[in-house]
């Protein structure tokens, strides 16, 4: 037990006004201390909770309505890992005793800064200067053992240990990641390539990633040796079954290839089947396409507009064109040439399918016309 007002004499720097509204802490402190106890350093926390540090320990007093006067007293050779964080109104001060962590709301202001600053470099064992003196002093840090420095060593050395072959863990798994991202990429652009070339449209590249099953079921299992691939174009056919594929025009024949993981659907039309191949609904990002396929139709919708549908199309064109011109015309048996009723027969019998495709809706009245006059001037 200390003089009260030995210890008021020492609490100075908090203020009179702090003093006077404490009082009661300041003697319950008083009682708390032993005499040759020397006082470090003080503060005042936001729940009027008065913080000393003493050169053994850190009592903290504070006196209540209900239960009066209330005190804390931790060893200072128990205390560890001394903390303070700055918040919005407050300075948050914590630190771990025994197995429990303990918190204080303290002011930030000057009064404060000094116990701040003191507290954890005396638990440290560091040189500080006493609050109300100009001799400085410091903690002895327990010496360890032998034992108690190998077992240190012996933990830190198996930290580090594991955290080395953690990072090499994550390391070879990083680079093992990299591999696999670098041949899918170099096994993507090798399927690009063969299907649009050195330099495709961005069209092109999402119509093989979005449509890889169909695009490699065709390469491996349809294409004949022989055939040449000419150009190749994402749609739909048969809306009823939403079938979702490709569109592939090659020197021999026009291929709609559907391929999922559980099922492949493939349709073919013969070039010399094909009377013809138009275009029907533009809408505003797609149209639908039709073929004219032994006097029936094949439609395929959701084709993406712009210039890869355009070059489709007239790719098809041009190999319904070369077909019809390599087609023999049929002869008498005496292999006369046909005769000018034949020919107007076979005029007429063009005009009258044309009539019939017009009817069906299949040509439009421009399209009627302008077929119309290539007979008719043929």
Same mark, same amino acid.
């Given at each position: 037990?200390?003089?009260?007002? @030995? ?33 470090l350093s ?21 006196? $209540? ?8 007293? =931790? ?14 109104? *407050? ?6 005793y ?23 470099? *005396?638990? /440290? ?5 006493p609050q109300?003196s100009?001799t400085?002093?410091?903690r ?9 420095k ?6 830190? @050395? ?7 072959? !953690?990072?090499? /863990?994550?390391?070879?798994?990083? !680079? ?6 670098? /041949? ?11 299907? =649009? ?8 590249? $999402?119509?093989?990633?979005?449509? $890889?099953?169909s695009?490699?079921? !065709? ?8 055939? $040449?691939v000419? =150009? ?8 009823? +079954? ?16 559907? !391929? ?12 010399? +089947?094909?009377?013809?191949? *138009?275009?029907?609904? /533009? ?6 396409? =039709? ?19 355009? *070059?489709?199309?007239s790719?098809?064109?041009? +190999? ?25 027969e ?13 009817? +069906? ?18």
């Amino acid at each position: 037990m200390q003089n009260v007002d @030995h210890v008021k004499e020492q609490l100075k720097p908090l203020g009179k006004i702090n003093l006077v509204m404490i009082s009661d802490s300041v003697k319950q402190l008083a009682i708390l201390l032993e005499e040759d106890e020397q006082l470090l350093s003080s503060c005042i926390s936001q729940k009027n909770e008065l913080l000393t540090l003493t050169d053994s320990r850190l009592i903290t007093t504070k006196q $209540t309505v209900f239960k009066g006067d209330v005190y804390d007293i =931790y060893e200072n050779s128990t205390i560890k890992n001394v903390i303070t964080n700055k918040k919005a109104s *407050y300075l948050l001060l914590t630190f771990s005793y025994e197995d429990s962590e303990v918190s204080f709301k303290l002011n930030n202001d000057k009064k404060t800064s000094h116990f701040l600053e003191t507290f954890p470099k *005396y638990i /440290e064992g560091e040189a500080i200067e006493p609050q109300n003196s100009n001799t400085t002093m410091s903690r002895s840090k327990p010496i360890e053992t032998t034992e108690e420095k190998n077992e240190k060593s012996s933990v830190l @050395h198996k930290v580090k240990n594991s955290w080395k072959k !953690a990072s090499e /863990e994550a390391e070879s798994k990083g !680079a093992e990641k990299k591999e696999i991202k670098k /041949e899918k990429k170099e096994i993507r652009q090798k399927e690009i390539e063969y299907w =649009y070339g050195t330099n495709p449209t961005f069209n092109e590249k $999402t119509a093989v990633d979005l449509n $890889t099953a169909s695009f490699q079921y !065709a390469k491996s299992s349809l294409l004949y040796k022989e055939e $040449t691939v000419l =150009y190749a174009i994402p749609a739909e056919h048969n809306k009823t +079954k939403k079938r979702k594929g490709i569109l592939i025009a090659t020197s021999n024949r026009l291929l709609f290839i559907m !391929a999922g993981s559980t099922e492949q659907s493939v349709d073919q039309f013969e070039y010399e +089947k094909m009377e013809g191949i *138009y275009i029907r609904t /533009e809408k505003f990002t797609t149209s639908d396409v =039709y073929i004219v396929y032994n006097s029936s139709e094949k439609n395929f919708e959701k084709i993406t507009n712009g210039r890869e549908l355009d *070059y489709f199309i007239s790719i098809v064109k041009d +190999k319904i064109n070369d077909t019809s011109r390599k087609t023999p015309k049929p002869q008498s048996n005496n292999h006369l040439p046909s005769t000018p009723m034949t020919y107007t027969e076979n005029k007429y019998t063009q005009l009258e399918k044309l009539g019939e495709l017009k009817e +069906k809706g299949v040509l439009t009245d421009k399209e009627f016309q302008m077929e119309k006059e290539k007979i008719l001037n043929n």
